[in-house]
T-cell receptor, first 108, second 113 residues
C-alpha cells in the first residue's frame, strides 16, 4: 500500500540547533516526494520537492530509496521555522498522499 | 489576493442537510484538486479536474460526495445528507499542469452538528 509515515507528531528544538523531521514512505513505483509547510494562520504551501534538489529557507531533503526515507533537515533552526510540516508522496500524476504531519516548535 | 479562494471559510450545518463549497483557482490554472483534512491528519486526496474534465473520482469518500467544474474555472464540492463524520477542513488546490506546484486555498471548515 502507498503510505507516508511521519513518526513524530511534535518536535521541539532550541534556536540554532539542528533539526531533522523524519519521513518514510511505502511505494512500489518510482517515488516523487515533497515537503509542505503550514505556518500559523496561513495556507499550506510547498517547501521543496526532491526532484529539484534545492535548498529552501535553509532546508534540504535527500531521497534515500534504500531506506525509503525523505527526511527534512536544517543545520540551524530559527524561530520562524516553527510550523506544521507535511511530507507527501505523489502517485501517478495527481494523487498526493500526505503524512499526518509534524509540528515543529523552535524555542528561543 | 490572487491565490486560490474558497468560500465559505466556515460552515455549520445540521446532520442530514446538503452543503456546497466553492473553489476559485488561480486564473489559467488547468488543474484543480479537492482534499479533505481531519484533525491530526494530513490532507486526503478526493478528486481532481483537468479543465472541466473530472479525471479521478474513485477517491471520493462516498456517493454522497460530488464535484463539478462546469466551465473549467471555479469548482464546487457538494456533500449530500451530511453526517457528523464529514466534519473536516476541505481544501482546494490548483496548478498550471501536472508538473508544476499546486497552490492551496485556505480551506472551508465544515462542522456537522
Amino acid at each position: 500500500a502507498q503510505r507516508v509515515t511521519q513518526p513524530e507528531k511534535l518536535l521541539s528544538v532550541f534556536k540554532g540547533a539542528p533539526v531533522e523531521l523524519k519521513c518514510n514512505y511505502s511505494y512500489s513505483g518510482s517515488p516523487e516526494l515533497f515537503w509542505y509547510v503550514q505556518y500559523s494562520r496561513q495556507r499550506l504551501q510547498l517547501l521543496l520537492r526532491h526532484i529539484s534538489r534545492e535548498s529552501i529557507k535553509g532546508f534540504t531533503a535527500d531521497l534515500n530509496k534504500g531506506e525509503t526515507s525523505f527526511h527534512l533537515k536544517k543545520p540551524f533552526a530559527q524561530e520562524e521555522d516553527s510550523a506544521m510540516y507535511y511530507c507527501a508522496l505523489r502517485i501517478g500524476n495527481n494523487d498526493m498522499r500526505f503524512g499526518a504531519g509534524t509540528r515543529l516548535t523552535v524555542k528561543p | 489576493d490572487t491565490g486560490v479562494s474558497q468560500d465559505p471559510r466556515h460552515k455549520i450545518t445540521k446532520r442530514g442537510q446538503n452543503v456546497t463549497f466553492r473553489c476559485d483557482p488561480i486564473s489559467e490554472h488547468n488543474r484543480l484538486y479537492w482534499y479533505r483534512q481531519t484533525l491530526g491528519q494530513g490532507p486526503e486526496f478526493l478528486t481532481y479536474f483537468q479543465n472541466e474534465a473530472q479525471l479521478e473520482k474513485s477517491r471520493l469518500l462516498s456517493d454522497r460526495f460530488s464535484a463539478e467544474r462546469p466551465k473549467g474555472s471555479f469548482s464546487t464540492l457538494e456533500i449530500q445528507r451530511t453526517e457528523q463524520g464529514d466534519s473536516a477542513m476541505y481544501l482546494c488546490a490548483s496548478s498550471l499542469d501536472e508538473n508544476t506546484e499546486a497552490f492551496f486555498g485556505q480551506g472551508t471548515r465544515l462542522t456537522v452538528v
